[in-house]
Every structure is written in structure tokens, then in C-alpha cells.
């Protein structure tokens, strides 16, 4: 079985932070919004490969979703960059780390969605599944709905960009896992219906002119580039590409497929490659424990 690094030792309802005490983080209302929608990280969506053997950093944000632009739809357009910001459209804060982990409670007024419980997991064809669990709500009054029954642990944090990260190290250099292509769900409580899966669109994927992927260059953006936007994942295909997706609305998950895991002495993408790529302003590559941890075996 593989083994997940683990980010911290504490109560889950607390956020993780090196330096900093902290209080609880509070649950977002089921209610919130109407639908909700699930955040991919660019090292998930545009690593062409994974060399077997090494770390590879999931994270994802959950998001609500909802008409925001009042263009009559709700897709990944009505939700900024800035998802750290207020979802009140008369007042345009966006809150830093510092600010959310003074106060956990600014939280609820964002974009951000702190859900009582999660599950992400990890398969292909031929191995796994290799499931983390995640439980946050510790109220006592919060009946589990998702089975995290003998599954490695997840994490979540506030990072240095203000953004609620879930995720883990995924060690594959234990258990049965080999070379081929994985994919990864986030499946969250019925009572958080997930419409769309997301990532960042980079213009510089805009090949052909449509405002679509195109002919996708190999590898992630550079730092230096931010994203534009957020864009839905792309359709899966036969075969199947690096970084498309899309939403299981039966289990109520989102998955997204990983560049291949090949064997070593390749040219693949480094394990600790990841997370949040771009300028820090715009949601920039910003690691925070979910990076600076090595594999427990």
C-alpha cells in the first residue's frame, strides 16, 4: 500500500501552520452556494510525467459556484483568481494568510470552502486504489457520510498565497505502485453537490486562437507567467492526455488523470514540483506544509 507523508499532528479542525498558533477553522455551510466546484494544481495538470519512485504533491481547493458574473450561466468564469476574496460584490477584500488565520471566520465569506470531510483517490488500470481521508469537522455532531475506512491521511493549510489547500505527499516509491497513468478523484458529502472541475488557463496554451487548450506545450508555465483564469478541465480522451477530467456526479467526485509515473532516468517531473504555479499575486506557486515534508515509510 502507499504510503502518504504525513504534514502534521494535531486536532483536524485546526489549520496547520509552523510558526503560528491557530484557531478552529470553522465548516462552511452546506448551503452556501448552489453547486460547488473542485481545483486541480498545476503540477497535477500540466507534469507530463512522474518518475516512479518519488513524491508527487496533490492539492486541490474545493470552491463555491454560483452565477456570480450574472451572464445567465455558472461555470469556472464566475469564480477570480482571487478566491481568497469576499464573494460579496460591494465589498472587493482580499484576505491574506496572516488575516485568515488571525480570524478563520473571514473565511466563510469567500470563495473558499472548508468542508466538514474529504476523500482523494489514486488509481490506474492496473494499481490501487490508494485512498486519504480527511475528517475536519470534529463538533461532534457531524454524522461522516464519506468511508474513510483504512485510508492514509490528508491535510489541509492555509498557504502563504491565503488559499485553503487539501492535500499530500503521495510516496511512490512503496506498495504495489508502478509505472502508468493514474487518476486522482476528490469526492466530497452529497451535501456539497460539485458541478465542474477546474485548473488555471495560462494564454499561452491558446494555440489555435479558440481560447482553448490547443496543442498543449509539455510541462507546466513558467513561474514568471500567472494565470488568466480559471478554466474547466479538459474532456477525456482515447487515449487519455495529462490534466483532463471532469466530475463523477454519481459518486459526487472530481478526478482529474496525472502526467504517466514512468521508470527512472527519464526526463520526468520532480516530486516536489508543484502546487500553485505563477505569481504569488495570482494564486503564484506558494509552498507551504504541504511541500516541506518527506515521505513516512
Not at 474545493?62 to 455558472?74: E, I, Q, R
Request: hydrophobic content about 35%.
Amino acid at each position: 500500500m502507499a504510503v502518504v507523508a504525513i504534514l502534521a499532528i494535531m486536532p483536524s479542525a485546526w489549520l496547520v501552520s509552523a510558526h503560528e498558533e491557530t484557531s478552529p477553522l470553522p465548516i462552511t455551510p452546506a448551503d452556501s452556494a448552489p453547486g460547488y466546484a473542485v481545483y486541480f494544481a498545476d503540477n497535477m495538470v500540466y507534469g507530463p510525467q512522474w518518475r516512479l519512485g518519488n513524491l508527487v504533491r496533490i492539492e486541490t481547493m474545493v470552491l463555491k459556484l454560483d452565477d456570480y458574473n450574472s451572464d445567465g450561466v455558472a461555470n469556472a468564469l464566475d469564480i477570480p483568481l482571487e478566491v481568497n476574496g469576499t464573494v460579496d460584490p460591494t465589498d472587493d477584500v482580499v484576505y491574506t494568510q496572516t488575516a485568515l488565520i488571525g480570524d478563520p471566520s473571514l473565511l466563510l465569506g469567500t470563495y473558499m470552502v472548508s468542508v466538514p470531510e474529504i476523500l482523494i483517490t489514486i488509481q490506474s488500470d492496473e494499481c490501487g486504489p490508494y485512498r486519504f481521508y480527511g475528517m475536519f469537522d470534529d463538533s461532534g455532531t457531524y454524522v461522516p457520510v464519506l468511508d474513510g475506512s483504512g485510508a492514509g491521511a490528508l491535510t489541509r493549510e492555509i498557504n502563504k498565497a491565503g488559499h485553503l489547500i487539501y492535500g499530500f505527499l503521495w510516496d511512490t516509491s512503496v506498495g504495489d505502485v508502478t509505472v502508468g497513468r493514474y487518476s486522482v478523484s476528490v469526492q466530497l458529502p452529497p451535501a456539497y453537490p460539485i458541478s465542474i472541475a477546474i485548473r488555471n488557463y495560462y494564454v499561452s496554451e491558446d494555440i489555435d486562437g479558440d481560447g482553448e487548450q490547443g496543442e498543449r506545450l509539455p510541462g507546466p508555465p513558467t513561474e514568471e507567467v500567472p494565470p488568466d483564469y480559471f478554466l474547466e478541465l479538459d474532456a477525456v480522451t482515447d487515449p487519455v492526455l495529462t490534466g483532463q477530467g471532469g466530475v463523477d456526479a454519481a459518486a459526487n467526485a472530481a478526478f482529474i488523470y496525472l502526467g504517466e509515473i514512468i521508470l527512472g532516468g527519464g526526463s520526468g517531473t520532480g516530486g516536489d514540483n508543484g502546487g500553485e504555479n505563477g505569481n504569488p499575486d495570482s494564486g503564484g506557486n506558494q509552498n507551504g506544509l504541504l511541500g516541506n515534508r518527506h515521505a513516512h515509510k
